[in-house]
């Protein structure tokens, strides 16, 4: 799998954020939270919403970035098939809090193997 991440892993189109909206499972840590539900593809699509806590666009812009760092980093190790939205909040972590966090709530939702 390439370690990049390419277009067709995000979700972009508005009828499959409202399917995930709709039809997911949730789970939550501290700091962030992530719906999920199976896509029927061979491959996992993710989409980063970031809540009002955020009042700059140079913060919202760079826990955006993290999380898609942090993502393409261990997307190897994670079950295929499913469209995950990440929604963080509490805008006082670091890179390497938001990736326990991560690999923390991916675990609990069994996404990450």
Same mark, same amino acid.
């Given at each position: 799998?390439?370690?990049?991440? #390419?277009?067709?892993?995000? &979700? ?34 993710? @989409? +980063?919403? #970031? ?5 700059? @666009? ?11 760092? &942090? ?12 469209? +995950? &939205? ?12 938001? @990736?326990?966090?991560?690999? $923390?709530?991916? $675990?609990?939702?069994? &996404?990450?193997?």
């Amino acid at each position: 799998m390439r370690r990049s991440l #390419t277009k067709r892993e995000r &979700i972009k189109k508005y009828n499959d954020f409202k399917n995930v909206f709709k039809k997911s499972k949730q789970r939550e840590v501290k700091g962030l939270k992530i719906l999920f539900t199976e896509n029927n593809l061979s491959w996992n699509r993710i @989409a +980063i919403v #970031t809540g009002r806590g955020y009042k700059r @666009a140079v913060k919202r812009n760079r826990v955006k970035r993290h999380i898609r760092e &942090i993502y393409r980093k261990i997307k190897d190790t994670l079950s295929t098939g499913f469209d +995950i &939205i990440f929604i963080p909040y509490g805008n006082d972590y670091n890179y390497t809090e938001r @990736a326990v966090q991560i690999k $923390k709530v991916l $675990k609990v939702s069994r &996404i990450l193997l």
